[in-house]
């Protein structure tokens, strides 16, 4: 069988299939939390996050340049008020924490918090496990586990919004088998 013309480079075949992941778990867990009046801010920041990862790792020291990277922003989030990035997250894990306990109009409340933490942690974790040397397990298994927390949490109705997701773990087989 033929490659298909996008898998044969591979660092543009690794942005599809970690776009594909991250919009397939990032949506239907959005949607779950009832954290949807923000879903435009979370796939925006998923975005940005995987466009900064693509460009950061074109170079042949993409590691160091998102080391570095990383380490600025963490330090900077100090100079913020509540702490930027980790108090908005701390408040996400409460909001979440809240919604688990069946308090369902906190996510509500934070859902920008939720979206920015989703945003940002989700396409990391994607863009991590969508290299070839994370192999197909990774990928499968948040997605296993995507689906059956949205399962568990009473929203079957989302289960629909794993489908890129999916798609990116058929691209990611044939990727590592042709």
């Known amino acids: 069988m033929k490659k298909l013309p996008f898998l044969k480079n591979e660092r543009l075949s690794r942005l599809m299939t970690s776009l594909l992941l991250c919009m397939g778990l990032l949506l239907p867990l959005m949607m779950t939390f009832s954290a949807g009046s923000a879903l435009m801010q979370a796939v925006l920041t998923a975005c940005i996050v995987l466009a900064v990862l693509f460009v950061a790792g074109a170079g042949k020291h993409g590691g160091l340049v998102i080391g570095i990277l990383t380490v600025v922003l963490t330090v900077a989030q100090f100079a913020f008020r509540g702490f930027g990035f980790f108090g908005r997250s701390l408040e996400a894990f409460k909001a979440i924490a809240l919604y688990m306990n069946e308090v369902p109009g906190a996510a509500v409340l934070y859902s920008r918090d939720i979206a920015l933490l989703m945003g940002v942690v989700i396409p990391a974790v994607c863009y991590a496990f969508s290299s070839r040397g994370a192999g197909f397990f990774p990928a499968a298994i948040l997605v296993v586990l995507t689906l059956f927390g949205v399962w568990s949490l009473g929203k079957p ?22």
């Open 157 to 178: 109705q989302y289960l629909w919004m794993t489908a890129p997701a999916l798609t990116a773990l058929l691209m990611a087989k044939s990727a590592y088998t042709l």
